[in-house]
């Protein structure tokens, strides 16, 4: 069963730093693309970052230079490294996997970011 769990959100000021896990089971995230995605209140659910089977990795504009998104095979555990919060990273932040053209997400993990 494929299972995607999100930890490590948290209120944070402006020009801090989080770092959020995605941890999962039911599946190698090694074999995969793995993607994070976020979700601000009223807003559509964005793209964040991408990291593919072969460790390339992409980010959406808004977080280029200040997010990095990583993996760990042995713990089966995707990562995103946020540097430099600001106000607009406020959202919800899903860990994805596309399996067999099926979309899974996480329950997400809050991230706040407030003075």
């Known amino acids: 069963q494929v299972q995607l769990v999100e930890s490590g959100g948290g209120l944070v000021q402006p020009g801090g730093s989080l770092r959020l896990s995605c941890a999962a089971s039911?599946?190698?995230?090694?074999?995969?693309?793995m993607r994070w995605y976020r979700q601000a209140p009223g807003k559509e659910r964005e793209y964040v970052a991408v990291?593919?089977?072969?460790?390339?990795?992409n980010y959406a504009n808004s977080v280029k230079g200040r997010f990095t998104i990583s993996r760990d095979n042995a713990k089966n555990t995707v990562y995103l490294q946020m540097n430099s919060l600001k106000f607009e990273d406020t959202a919800v932040y899903y860990c994805?996997?596309?399996?067999?053209?099926?979309?899974?997400w996480g329950q997400g993990t809050q991230v706040t970011v407030s003075s």
């Open positions: 994805n996997v596309m399996l067999r053209r099926v979309d899974y």
């Open positions: 990291i593919s089977t072969d460790g390339i990795t």
């Open positions: 039911g599946f190698t995230v090694g074999a995969y693309f």
